[in-house]
């Protein structure tokens, strides 16, 4: 390259910096002096040129320091004329970006001050950005000499190949231009074509024109079919587009409107035809609406019960809607049975849910069950009669056996006593069975008396336990009970809380194998009594457990086929333990065993007398 000695690098470097630095300076201050000026006569451009010519400009410096130490350095001509020329063609590119770029922002911000039509700005500014282009590329061509004939060849030919490409493209993009040069459509204008498509102008492309239809649909529209189709533009933000998009939205509202009178017909034509009546409360339980069944029941029209409490009507009063709300909410299943005038209701209440389920509504489902109801008075009424007939031959088949066993009707031998065992402990459960079904049929009929006093629990459980001491030793289980010191007080029955007692631990007993753990806790909580009764027995499914307080109902497997059962006790149980003021329910997994509990109200401000 020319080099002799380390001076032929050193001289142009520090030639190269010295420039740099003197640029620099002259850089700095100029632009503060620009800065200043600027401010003095505040001229609102000034940002728009320090904002875009500031930092472009400081690399003119870094070129011209370079285009100097290349200069005086001692590189081969052939070297110098290649780096001059890539300098001078880099500095020329970004003088030319660097007056674009001001040239563009300052037509535009004084072509706003004016109110200049920025279509008319946008048309002048692409026409200059050619003419610069042309000159620039010139300019460039001479520097790299390179001659110009032959590069307008070049560029005619690549036009002739692009036009033979683009021949059916160019239709549209002439058209586009010319679009854009006449003003006939700009941005936000409302447009209709003879062909019927309409709409707000989004977007006029280098092809197409993009248009937003009243509906809000997207229509793209091509440059050329605009240019040759008689438009009619109503210019932007035109009523025409305001009322073409209030006449669409009231389409959709007079669509709705009909479609909700539909179903609001369908719906009252659904609740006339019904033989339940559908009564729909507010939240101060007041009737706001009723279907012609509940009028019937009601023995009224609607205009006489809307607005009046379900109460004065139903005897239904806001807290038994309350209560069963609560216990539907929980899972469980309520219905409220009422009678009026000799007929029988059952109703089921359900929350209204409105868009946020807080509309407070409730809707009752009433059904006539009058002749169901007459139908199981009548059933009740039969089992109580046949279980009181019963129970007297009974109760003397018993007498009898027990005479003939104690051989006080003379003597008996070993087979004849095992005989008779086997008749009295089928007597037992007959009568047994017989008691429960009295029992059932007097509580169905509301004539079971209850005495309810101040009792001990722990006082109750530990007869009950007594009671059941020699199924616990026959049964051979573990047999605990974990009662507190502290009296707990309770108002109940004696005799009912015995007999629940008795069924859950002869339940707890029987279904569990020989070995098996039976613990019975009684403690207070939530301010409540609770009793557990706890197994370690072959457990209930979970499908089983929802109906084990049904009447006669028994899981069916090969141990409950063994023990025998009638089904009732548990359902006696409930009916017991709910006619005291508590309520009882169960825990259990196969194979692990199961949990009967159940509670009732605590009489804490008594307990001290006891």
């Known amino acids: 390259?020319?080099?002799?000695?380390?001076?032929?690098?050193?001289?142009?470097?520090?030639?190269?910096?010295?420039?740099?630095?003197?640029?620099?300076?002259?850089?700095?201050?100029?632009?503060?002096?620009?800065?200043?000026?600027?401010?003095?006569?505040?001229?609102?451009?000034?940002?728009?040129?320090?904002?875009?010519?500031?930092?472009?400009?400081?690399?003119?410096?870094?070129?011209?320091?370079?285009?100097?130490s290349i200069t005086v350095s001692k590189l081969d001509d052939n070297w110098k004329l290649l780096a001059g020329r890539l300098i001078w063609t880099a500095l020329i590119v970004s003088i030319t970006w660097v007056f674009v770029r001001v040239s563009g922002e300052l037509i535009s911000y004084h072509a706003d001050r004016a109110r200049v039509r920025p279509q008319m700005v946008a048309t002048g500014k692409r026409a200059g950005f050619v003419a610069l282009v042309v000159v620039v590329s010139l300019v460039l061509l001479e520097i790299w000499g390179i001659p110009t004939s032959a590069v307008l060849l070049a560029i005619a030919i690549v036009f002739l190949l692009a036009g033979f490409f683009l021949r059916d493209l160019l239709p549209d993009i002439f058209s586009g231009l010319q679009l854009s040069a006449t003003n006939r459509i700009q941005k936000r204008d409302y447009i209709k074509l003879m062909s019927g498509e309409e709409g707000t102008v989004a977007e006029i492309g280098w092809r197409a024109t993009k248009i937003i239809g009243p509906d809000g649909s997207t229509i793209m529209l091509a440059n050329s079919k605009l240019d040759k189709t008689t438009v009619t533009n109503y210019g932007p933000y035109s009523m025409k587009v305001e009322y073409d998009k209030l006449k669409v939205y009231t389409d959709r509202i007079e669509a709705l409107v009909k479609e909700i009178s539909r179903q609001r017909d369908e719906m009252r034509s659904i609740l006339a035809s019904m033989a339940e009546g559908i009564v729909v409360l507010d939240a101060s339980s007041r009737i706001v609406s009723i279907n012609p069944a509940a009028e019937r029941f009601f023995g009224h029209a609607s205009a006489d019960v809307i607005g009046h409490s379900i109460e004065e009507f139903l005897d239904l009063s806001p807290q038994e809607i309350t209560t069963s709300l609560v216990k539907k909410a929980a899972g469980g299943s309520d219905t409220i049975i009422k009678r009026l005038g000799g007929q029988a209701f059952s109703i089921n209440i359900e929350p209204v849910k409105g868009q946020e389920d807080q509309s407070g509504k409730v809707v009752c489902a009433i059904a006539d069950i009058t002749e169901l109801d007459r139908l199981d008075q009548m059933k009740t009424e039969f089992v109580a009669s046949v279980s009181h007939e019963l129970r007297t031959p009974l109760t003397s088949v018993k007498g009898y056996l027990d005479i003939i066993a104690n051989g006080e009707a003379g003597e008996i031998n070993d087979e004849q006593r095992e005989y008779i065992?086997?008749?009295?402990?089928?007597?037992?459960?007959?009568?047994?069975?017989?008691?429960?079904?009295?029992?059932?049929?007097?509580?169905?009929?509301?004539?079971?008396?209850?005495?309810?006093?101040?009792?001990?629990?722990?006082?109750?459980?530990?007869?009950?336990?007594?009671?059941?001491?020699?199924?616990?030793?026959?049964?051979?289980?573990?047999?605990?009970?974990?009662?507190?010191?502290?009296?707990?007080?309770?108002?109940?029955?004696?005799?009912?809380?015995?007999?629940?007692m008795t069924n859950l631990i002869s339940n707890a007993c029987k279904y569990s194998p020989?070995?098996?753990?039976?613990?019975?806790?009684?403690?207070?909580?939530?301010?409540?009594?609770?009793?557990?009764?706890?197994?370690?027995?072959?457990g209930i499914s979970p499908e089983d457990q929802g109906k084990i307080f049904t009447k006669f109902y028994r899981v069916d497997n090969s141990m409950t086929r063994k023990v025998g059962g009638t089904g009732l006790g548990l359902s006696l149980a409930k009916s017991l333990v709910e006619l005291n003021g508590g309520e009882i329910r169960v825990q259990s997994e196969l194979g692990k065993g199961s949990t009967f509990s159940f509670t009732l109200p605590l009489a804490v401000e008594l307990s001290t007398a006891i």
Do not use: H
């Not at 390259?1 to 910096?17: A, N, Q």
């Not at 039976?518 to 072959?538: F, M, N």
């Open 514 to 538: 020989k070995g098996a753990s039976v613990i019975v806790r009684a403690y207070s909580a939530d301010g409540k009594a609770r009793v557990d009764v706890t197994d370690t027995g072959i």
């Open 421 to 500: 065992g086997i008749v009295r402990t089928n007597t037992d459960r007959l009568i047994s069975l017989v008691n429960d079904l009295l029992d059932i049929s007097r509580i169905e009929a509301g004539r079971i008396q209850l005495r309810p006093r101040m009792l001990v629990l722990q006082d109750v459980i530990k007869t009950a336990i007594v009671t059941m001491r020699n199924l616990i030793n026959e049964r051979e289980v573990a047999f605990k009970s974990e009662l507190p010191k502290e009296p707990i007080t309770v108002m109940a029955d004696s005799g009912s809380l015995i007999q629940v």
């Open 1 to 68: 390259m020319g080099f002799e000695s380390w001076l032929d690098i050193f001289i142009p470097l520090v030639i190269f910096l010295g420039v740099l630095i003197a640029m620099y300076v002259v850089w700095r201050v100029a632009w503060d002096n620009f800065d200043k000026w600027a401010d003095r006569n505040k001229y609102g451009g000034s940002r728009i040129i320090s904002s875009s010519g500031r930092n472009p400009t400081f690399i003119w410096c870094i070129l011209t320091a370079i285009v100097v």
